[in-house]
């Protein structure tokens, strides 16, 4: 957080000066390590986080042990906001899938700054409603589209989340995420590679061929890219 302003999380940067400043001196900046767990389905959150860089999967598990990802988020979302809302129990998990910085707040002060700003209340309920068609468009499709799709939509929403090309992602990571076998992932990645889409190694994806990965991803990764630059633009 600067001297001059909120930090580098947009929805921060979203609120007035006035609202801003009820939050200001609750906002305590932390690390988001890989795979530490911000919130677990059915416990009570502690703390809402404003991501300023870095990224958090938001997966839901199934009774036979086997988790899928519902929402990547990063610095234009929050995390654990509706349920801070809502009865403060988390309906998800929230993991981080990349590390860095992020903004946390007291779930007790969430409460009583959403109460005193309306304009704050306002923003982290059309989040809410952002990440509610995020959820619903990544059922879609898990349902009706090709692997090859899903992996190139979630990638790609990674990299908008990172600004980088070069993503520390896993194969094991990404079929955890997507719900499918590693060796369709391994398939898939590798015919992308194949055709210059992507190059991997161990521990890591790369970028290399951005409008032809954009062209094998299918129409979910605009409407989710759609559906936050709404957000992002004040609109409902």
């Given at each position: 957080m600067t001297a001059s302003g909120p930090p580098p999380n947009r929805l921060l940067q979203m609120l007035g000066?006035?609202?801003?400043?009820?939050l200001r001196p609750h906002l305590v900046t932390i690390e988001l390590v890989r795979e530490s767990v911000l919130g677990e389905a059915g416990s009570t959150?502690?703390?809402?986080?404003f991501p300023h860089h870095g990224t958090v999967s938001i997966t839901v598990s199934l009774s036979e042990g086997q988790s899928i990802a519902v929402a990547m988020l990063g610095r234009d979302s929050v995390v654990g906001g509706g349920?801070?809302?809502a009865d403060g129990m988390a309906a998800s998990d929230a993991v981080v899938l990349f590390p860095g910085t992020a903004?946390?707040?007291d779930v007790t002060v969430f409460r009583t700054i959403?109460?005193?700003?309306?304009p704050f209340r306002n923003l982290m309920i059309r989040n809410e409603q952002?990440?509610?068609a995020h959820a619903q468009q990544s059922l879609l499709c898990n349902t009706?589209?090709?692997v090859e799709a899903r992996l190139a939509r979630w990638l790609l929403r990674a990299r908008d989340l990172s600004d980088s090309e070069i993503l520390p992602l896993t194969q094991e990571a990404l079929a955890q995420m997507m719900g499918v076998r590693r060796n369709a992932i391994s398939l898939v990645a590798h015919e992308l590679q194949r055709a210059g889409i992507i190059r991997y190694s161990r521990g890591q994806i790369e970028?290399?061929?951005l409008p032809a990965l954009e062209a094998t991803s299918c129409d979910c990764y605009a409407a989710v890219k759609a559906h936050h630059a709404r957000l992002l633009a004040g609109q409902q």
């Amino acid at each position: 957080m600067t001297a001059s302003g909120p930090p580098p999380n947009r929805l921060l940067q979203m609120l007035g000066a006035a609202d801003f400043a009820l939050l200001r001196p609750h906002l305590v900046t932390i690390e988001l390590v890989r795979e530490s767990v911000l919130g677990e389905a059915g416990s009570t959150l502690r703390q809402v986080h404003f991501p300023h860089h870095g990224t958090v999967s938001i997966t839901v598990s199934l009774s036979e042990g086997q988790s899928i990802a519902v929402a990547m988020l990063g610095r234009d979302s929050v995390v654990g906001g509706g349920a801070a809302l809502a009865d403060g129990m988390a309906a998800s998990d929230a993991v981080v899938l990349f590390p860095g910085t992020a903004s946390a707040l007291d779930v007790t002060v969430f409460r009583t700054i959403a109460a005193a700003s309306i304009p704050f209340r306002n923003l982290m309920i059309r989040n809410e409603q952002v990440l509610l068609a995020h959820a619903q468009q990544s059922l879609l499709c898990n349902t009706l589209h090709p692997v090859e799709a899903r992996l190139a939509r979630w990638l790609l929403r990674a990299r908008d989340l990172s600004d980088s090309e070069i993503l520390p992602l896993t194969q094991e990571a990404l079929a955890q995420m997507m719900g499918v076998r590693r060796n369709a992932i391994s398939l898939v990645a590798h015919e992308l590679q194949r055709a210059g889409i992507i190059r991997y190694s161990r521990g890591q994806i790369e970028i290399t061929d951005l409008p032809a990965l954009e062209a094998t991803s299918c129409d979910c990764y605009a409407a989710v890219k759609a559906h936050h630059a709404r957000l992002l633009a004040g609109q409902q």
